[in-house]
C-alpha cells in the first residue's frame, strides 16, 4: 500500500514528520560537539587547544559547505528522495568514523564527511517538503521544522549533561555522536515510504506518478478536476521556470532587467554570509566554552544552562509559527536582525567588564540572543 495508506491530511503530517527528524538531525550535529568539545573525557582524549578545537569544529562546515554546492548543482538529475536517501550513506560512514575515533585525523575526517551528507540533506530537504506541501501552509510548515532543528540541539545538549553527570569515560562523547547516525536511520526509514515530489516527477516527463501523489496529498481520485488543475499548473510553472533558464554568465550581460537581477542576487548572497557570521550557529558549537570561558561558571553549570538554553530557543521559535505568515517576511527578518546585533552587543561589552555581574548580564544576554 503506497505511502502506508495514509492520504490528505494524515500524508501532510507524515511528510512534516519526516522532515522534521531530517532537520532534527541537522540540530544534533551542530549541538553533538558542542555539548562535549569541553568535557573532561574528550580533553584527555584529544588535547586540543583552541586552534585544533576551531579546526574540528571547521572541518564539518568544510564538510557541508562541499555536499551543499554538489547537490545544488548535481541534484536536479535525481528525484528528491533519491538525494536524501543517498545522502544517509556517507552521513552514517562518517558516523561511524566519529564513533570509532582513536586519533585527530580520523576525526576531522569523520566530520567531513558527515558534513558533505549534511550538506546535502539541508540543501534537498527543504525544496521536498514545499514541493509537496500545500502553498498556504508552507511558511508554517517549514517554521514547525526550524523548531525541530532546535528540538535535534535540545536533544544533544541535554544527552551530553546527563551523561557527563554520571560517566567520566570516552563513552560520553562516542555516544553523543552516535545520536546523528540513530536520526539518520529514522530518517531514511521515513522517507523510504513517502511520497516523491511532483513538480520532479513533473520536470522529467513521469505525470502519471505525480498525478497519484497528487491524489494522494488531496485525498482525491486520480481523475478528479482539482489534481488535475494542479497538474497543470504545476507543468506551466515547470514550463515557465525553462523558457526562462540562463546561464551564470548571463548576470553579467547588460540587459533590462539584468541589473534587477544582480542585484537580488547580491542581496540574497550577502543576507546568507551575514547569517553566517552573526554566531547563530557558533553558539551551538562553543555554548558550554562560552559560560566557562568568557562567563566563568563552572563545567557543570555551564552544560546545565546551554540545556535550559535549548528550551527557551524551542519556545520562542513557536512564535514563528503564525508571525511568518502575518508580520510578513521581510519585517520579521529586519526586526529580529536588528534585537541580535543590539543584544550581541551589550553582551561583548559585559563579557569585556569581566566581573560576576556582568557576567550573569551576559548569560541574560545570550538567552535574549537566541529567542
Known amino acids: 500500500m503506497p505511502y502506508l495508506g495514509l492520504r490528505g491530511t494524515k500524508l501532510l503530517v507524515a511528510i512534516s514528520a519526516t522532515a522534521g527528524v531530517g532537520f532534527c538531525l541537522f540540530g544534533i550535529d551542530n549541538a553533538a560537539l558542542g555539548g562535549v568539545i569541553s568535557s573532561g573525557p574528550f580533553e584527555r582524549k584529544y588535547n586540543l587547544d583552541p586552534t585544533g578545537q576551531g579546526a574540528i569544529t571547521g572541518s564539518y562546515e568544510i564538510g557541508c ?174 514550463e515557465l521556470e525553462r523558457e526562462s533558464a540562463k546561464g551564470w554568465s548571463d548576470l553579467l550581460r547588460k540587459g533590462d532587467d539584468q541589473g534587477e537581477k544582480r542585484r537580488m542576487l547580491t542581496v540574497s548572497h550577502v543576507v546568507l554570509v551575514c547569517q553566517a557570521f552573526s554566531g547563530s550557529t557558533i553558539l551551538s558549537y562553543y555554548l558550554t566554552t562560552i559560560f566557562q570561558d568568557a562567563v566563568g561558571l563552572t563545567p557543570h553549570i555551564s552544560t546545565l544552562l546551554s540545556g535550559y538554553l535549548q528550551i527557551w530557543f524551542l519556545i520562542a521559535s513557536f512564535a514563528t509559527w503564525w508571525l511568518i505568515e502575518h508580520a510578513g517576511r521581510r519585517n520579521l527578518f529586519l526586526i529580529t536582525a536588528f534585537g541580535m546585533a543590539v543584544v550581541m552587543f551589550i553582551m561583548g561589552g559585559l563579557i569585556k567588564v569581566g566581573s560576576k555581574g556582568a557576567g550573569i548580564g551576559a548569560t541574560v544576554m545570550v538567552f535574549l540572543y537566541q529567542a
Open 65 to 238: 559547505f562541499f555536499g551543499a554546492l554538489a547537490f545544488a548543482i548535481f541534484g536536479e538529475r535525481f528525484s528528491r528522495r533519491i538525494v536524501l536517501l543517498f545522502c544517509c550513506i556517507p552521513l552514517m560512514v562518517g558516523t561511524v568514523l566519529q564513533v570509532a575515533s582513536y586519533g585527530t585525523a580520523q576525526l576531522a575526517v569523520g566530520r567531513v564527511i558527515a558534513g558533505l551528507a549534511m550538506g546535502g540533506i539541508t540543501t534537498t530537504l527543504p525544496i521536498w517538503q514545499n514541493e509537496t506541501s500545500p502553498a498556504h501552509l508552507r511558511g508554517t510548515l517549514v517554521c514547525a521544522s526550524l523548531s525541530m532543528l532546535i528540538v535535534g540541539q535540545l536533544i544533544a545538549y541535554w544527552t551530553a549533561y546527563g551523561l557527563l553527570d554520571r560517566y567520566d569515560t570516552d563513552f560520553t562523547w562516542r555516544l553523543m555522536f552516535s545520536l546523528q547516525g540513530m536520526a539518520g536511520i529514522i530518517m531514511a526509514g521515513l522517507l523510504w515510504v513517502m511520497p516523491e515530489s511532483p513538480r520532479w516527477l513533473l520536470s522529467h516527463s513521469q505525470p502519471e506518478a505525480a498525478r497519484r501523489v497528487l491524489s494522494a496529498l488531496l485525498d482525491l481520485p486520480t481523475d478528479a478536476a482539482k489534481v488535475s488543475q494542479q497538474i497543470n499548473e504545476i507543468s506551466k510553472a515547470n
